[in-house]
Nanobody, 122 residues
Framework: QVQLVESGGGLVQSGGSLRLSCAAS????????MGWYRQAPDKQRGLVAV???????NIADSVKGRFTISRNNANKTVTLQMNTLKPEDTAVYYC????????????????WGQGIQVTVSS
């Protein structure tokens, strides 16, 4: 089994910054993509930023230039630095990882964290 544990959310004023971190543990041979999705009330979950094992990133247009994603492959962690936060960034943020459990696994499996609240006040 694989666990993703998120930390760093909270309440911040508009224009402020927060850093989200996610640590993966459990039966992990390798991780391809790691990243963050978010879900605001009455909206579908959507991509914020994802980073591959080689460092290639995919970042949502709505956060480009404000959010930065990074990862530490040795520690199996991914970090989202969020700057110039806006009220519309308010959402539950979910950590995501695509994991190959063992070297004998032919498939990568998707795992999600429990979610962490980010609230930006105006």
């Amino acid at each position: 089994q694989v666990q993703l544990v998120e930390s760093g959310g909270g309440l911040v004023q508009s224009g402020g910054s927060l850093r989200l971190s996610c640590a993966a543990s459990g039966s992990i041979s390798s991780i391809s993509n790691m990243g963050w999705y978010r879900q605001a009330p009455d909206k579908q979950r959507g991509l914020v930023a994802v980073i591959g094992s080689s460092g290639a990133t995919n970042i949502a247009d709505s956060v480009k230039g404000r959010f930065t994603i990074s990862r530490n492959n040795a520690n199996k962690t991914v970090t989202l630095q969020m700057n110039t936060l806006k009220p519309e960034d308010t959402a539950v943020y979910y950590c995501y990882a695509s994991v190959r459990p063992t070297v004998y696994s032919a498939t990568y499996f998707s795992y999600w964290g429990q979610g962490i609240q980010v609230t930006v006040s105006s």
